[in-house]
Every structure is written in C-alpha cells, then in structure tokens.
C-alpha cells in the first residue's frame, strides 16, 4: 500500500467522519447508544439528567456510561448548552460530582469519532453525542422528544 | 477506498476491544490504552501525511470542520491521558485538596479556640486548614468504594488525622443506592453538598450552623452506618429520597474559649430526607429531612438524655453561573422525664454569581440558641459575610471574605480572612 494510502486509511479510522446513508443529509447533533442498548427515545429533561450524572442507569438498570468529545467539538459546545455550564463549570461540576460520591469519575472525554465508536462497543450502556452527518453502523439514534435529528423540533444544534 | 476502509477498520476495532478487553482491570485503564491507541494512530498519520506532502508534520489540512486536526486531537488526547494517568493509579481514582488561610479579627480570639489552625489569643495569622486527600475505587459495575482522609490543622501547627468518609457502594439502579460506613449525615443540602475540600465551597468557610462538630459546629454532621437514596417515580418532579441509620459521636469545642469540650454520647440516629428536583427548572432542589437521636449533657447530670430532633428545609438554586442557598432548621432538645424543651432555629442564606473568573457572593447566617440548653456558647450569634471568589483556572482559586457577626452576650466580631484554595 502506498503512502498515500496509508494515510488516507489510518486518518478514515482516527479523524475522518464515515457518514451513514440514511442520515448523511440531516443537521445537527445526534444523541446516540449502542446498538446493544433497547432505549428508543429520551426527553430532553432527561438527557440533561443523564448528562448530569444525576440518572446514572438505564431502564433495564445497566449503567450509564458517559462519553463526550473533547473541548472545542460541536458536540461538546451542544453538550455545554444543554447543560448550561461553561467549560470551567463543567470540570468543577464534575470534581463536585466525584467528590459528593455521586459518580466515580469524569465522562470519558475523546478525540476523535473513531474512539466513541470504539467506546460504544466496550460499554454498552454508553451514550454520547456526535454530529448527526456522521452516525455511523453500530450506533443506534435516540430520538430526543420524539424527533430525530433533522427532523423540524429536534431541540440539539 | 470502502473494501480497504472496512477490513482494516474491523481489525483495529477488534484489536483494540480484545486489547482493551486483556487489559481491562478497570474502564478507565481500557480508555487509557484506546486514548494511546489513537494518539499512536494519529501520530503515524502526521508523520505521513509530512512524508507525503512535503510539509511539516504540524501543517496537517483539514479534513473535515467537525473533527479536530490530529495535532490538536493528538493534543487532546494527551492531556486525556495525562489526566487519566494522573488521577489514577491501578484503577484508584485519587483527589487532593488543599488550602492556605490568612485570618484577622478585631480583637483577640478567644483562648482555648483554635479551631482550623486559627491560633488562640491571636488577632490574626496564617493556616493550613485541611489538606485532604479523596480516593475512590470501582469495584464492579454496581458497586465502589469512597474514602476522604483528611489532615487538620489544629493548635500550634500541630496536625491530626481523620477519616472523614469511608463509604462502600452499590447501586442497584437510580431507585436505589445504598452506602455502608462512615459518612456525612444528610441533614439539608449544605452537608451532602460540600464536604471538606474548601475548593469546592464559595465562601471560605461553612456557615457556623454546618460547621463540622469538631470544629465547633452544633449538627451531627458525622456518623456511621447505613445510608440508602434514590429516585421515586413521579414524573417531571424529580422527588428523591434519603434514609439514614447509624451512630454519631458528637464532640464539640465550645466557641466560647472557655476550651471545653461536650460529648453529646448520641445514640443511634434515624434521618429521613425528601428533595425535589423538578425537570422544568435544572438546578433548582427543593427539600427537608427529619432527623433524630438522643444524646447527653452533663450540665443536667451524668445520667440525663435528652431526646434531640432536627428538622431542615431547604431551597436551592444552583445552574446558569448563579448559586442561591437556603437552609432553614430547627433543633429541638427535650430532657427525658421532664417537660424542659429548648428550641434552637438558624439559617443561612447564601447568594453568589459567576462574572467570568470571579464570583462576588454574600452570605447571613442566624443561630439562636437557647442559651439554657446544650449550646450556651452560641447563644444568639448572626451576621453577614461578603467577599469574592477568583479562579485563576479550573484549579486554583483565591478567596476574600469580610464578616461581621453580632452576639448576644459579647461584643461584635469583625474579620478578614483569605484563602487560596487548590485541587489536585
């Protein structure tokens, strides 16, 4: 293989998005489990919750496992506005959270989309976001107060 | 381009999960590796993506306006490392919090008070505080450990320690949570909020009425046993709740400086609490809690008990840079086999608001305790405190505060005190 390959390759798996067919097209920022998960759906109300490390197990009662991306995403700048903190905030908020006994660490936070992927499949009660144009096979979307990403409603840009 | 993308991407996914799986004595041990795995991967496609090109490895373009550049992803993942390397050592998640004081008063403290490192007889110096370490450990998916251990300050820079938390954890689901061992009783918000790192508070210092025992303070703020919590069904409401069942041991110095010291000999407590945290309103807790045990005074013999109830009421507002805290309580003793009762209400208030790196706050607290009953070296003791706090980054913050407190029996008390305060 070639270098150019090669390099068109190993950047695909760590930073290039690999858009899923059926929601190349929309916008926004898709909340997304893994495949392995049953939930549906999830109201905004909640998922601020769950993203507060305040609901910390899903319906069937398998953990909550948080993965964000890292600072200066999209999907960490939708994250901070449904939380409404700063980013200061959010790592205090956390430190707190730790330090109050209600969560044992910090989200995972991970750079690239091939790593939430990869967490996904090791921690099936895992939910994070990620640009809706790229959602890839193995992640399964949750409609957030019954919309779909694209969908006029969905409450996350 | 699809035919080559999938088999290599199936056999990195695979390699990574059974890697992570060999490795995996904790989640965050897993992650470590797959943050290093990229980080790697990253680093291969810079340096080629150089090769290639003929550019530095630096000038990577961009690919797409969603995804960092991998230099600043391979960046990111360091630091995520680093962190995870940091705060972790074979899958104990480790804390540390620190502060160093200055204090000045009016007048001289009071001999025999030296609380928190506070010198007594002294108008003003400096103080360590606590210094505290928080480790906490998952065990399985349901269950963790938590321990906070604490090194005090006390009198003449001499230190002591104490376990401040030990607590074993399982969660069954978010309808219930129990915790087994040494804990800070769930008497209103404040307690449960902020335990001993001064980093996480606004303020300095707590307000006096959940002020640890040991440092005065009046509540039983510690015990061990058994705690259980968690969520009851009722829709947007958010209600949950939290039963207590364990032993405190009470001893308290007088703030007085008469350097005495009551043990309230408690008998085991029984504390129930409900608190609201409604969906429309994020931050907002609204709650009370019901606490009781019986305890002695030796004022009213070596024999007496008194039966102690200790209601609370709460409203807080916590989101949106701002933080409004509200606490009411009311601390009932009544001797045994006689009719003498002594009501002792407080309250604190607390107001901050977040303008960037600083937040001004101000702070009333009210205590009027029954000066008949077990905390006559309380008395009527209220006042405001104002300052500001200023976060120099997420780690290191600087207090200033200024109070002013009014008591019944003795003349108003002026002070100063700053405080730089770390995590770690």
């Avoid at chain 2, 915790?179 to 996480?200: E, M, Q, V």
């Avoid at chain 2, 109070?403 to 002070?415: E, I, M, Y």
Wanted: negative net charge; charged residues 20%.
């Amino acid at each position: 293989m070639t270098a150019k390959w090669m390099v068109i390759v190993l950047g695909g798996l760590a930073v290039l998005p690999c858009p899923s067919p059926a929601i190349a097209q929309t916008a926004g920022t898709a909340v997304v489990v893994s495949e392995k998960n049953r939930t549906r759906e999830i109201t905004l109300d909640e998922l601020r919750k769950v993203f507060r490390g305040e609901r910390r197990s899903w319906a069937v009662g398998m953990p909550i496992k948080l993965i964000v991306r890292d600072q200066g995403t999209p999907e960490r700048v939708a994250l901070l506005k449904l939380l409404g903190m700063s980013e200061s905030e959010y790592k205090q908020y956390w430190i707190a959270q730790i330090f109050r006994g209600e969560a044992e660490a910090e989200p995972i936070a991970l750079p690239s989309l091939g790593m939430q992927m990869e967490a996904l499949t090791v921690f099936s009660g895992g939910i994070t976001f990620v640009s809706a144009a790229t959602v890839k096979p193995g992640m399964r979307v949750l409609k957030v107060d019954g919309h779909l990403p694209g969908d006029s409603g969905y409450p996350l840009h | 381009m699809a035919h080559i993308h999938k088999p290599l991407l199936g056999l990195l996914l695979f390699a990574t999960t059974a890697f992570g799986q060999d490795a995996g004595s904790s989640d965050q041990e897993t992650i470590r590796l797959l943050v290093q795995q990229v980080k790697e991967l990253q680093q291969q496609v810079a340096a080629l993506q150089a090769k290639s090109s003929g550019t530095p490895a630096s000038a990577a373009p961009l690919s797409q306006p969603a995804e960092p550049q991998p230099d600043a992803a391979a960046r990111a993942a360091e630091l995520a490392e680093a962190s995870l390397i940091m705060h972790e050592v074979h899958g104990i998640q480790w804390r540390g919090f620190g502060e160093v004081d200055y204090k000045v008063l009016d007048q001289r403290n009071q001999p025999g008070l030296g609380t928190f490192g506070f010198v007594p007889g002294s108008a003003g110096n400096f103080f360590t505080g606590d210094f505290d370490l928080f480790l906490s450990s998952k065990i399985n998916d349901k269950a963790s450990v938590l321990s906070e251990i604490v090194i005090g300050e006390g009198d003449a820079q001499t230190f002591n320690v104490d376990l401040e938390r030990l607590l074993l954890k399982y969660e069954y689901d978010d309808h219930l949570k129990l915790s087994f061992g040494r804990y800070h009783t769930a008497i209103g918000y404040y307690n449960t909020a902020f335990h001993s790192g001064r980093w996480l508070q606004t303020t300095v210092n707590r307000p006096l009425i959940m002020e640890f025992a040991a440092e005065g303070g009046i509540l039983p703020t510690q015990a061990v046993g058994v705690q259980a919590e968690g969520l009851i069904p009722s829709g947007k409401l958010g209600l949950q709740y939290i039963l207590e069942y364990g032993s405190s041991d009470t001893v308290r110095p007088d703030i007085d400086g008469s350097g005495e010291i009551d043990d309230e000999n408690n008998g085991n407590h029984i504390n129930l609490g409900f608190y609201f945290r409604p969906d429309p309103v994020p931050g907002l807790q609204v709650g009370g809690s019901i606490y009781h045990d019986k305890i002695s005074d030796i004022d009213f013999g070596p024999t007496a008990r008194m039966s102690q109830s200790i209601g609370n009421a709460h409203v807080v507002y916590v989101a949106h840079g701002v933080e409004f805290l509200n606490e009411g309580f009311l601390i009932r003793h009544a001797l045994e086999h006689s009719n003498l009762v002594f009501n002792n209400p407080a309250f604190y208030s607390q107001f901050s608001k977040r303008f960037g790196r600083i937040r001004p706050f101000f702070r009333y607290q009210y205590i009027n305790a029954n000066q008949k009953g077990s905390f006559e070296d309380v008395g009527l003791y209220y006042g405001p405190s104002f300052g500001a706090r200023y976060d120099f980054d997420d780690n290191i913050a600087f207090k200033t505060q200024l109070d002013h407190t009014a008591r019944k029996t003795r003349p108003d008390l002026n002070g100063l005190q700053m405080q730089l305060a770390f995590t770690f």
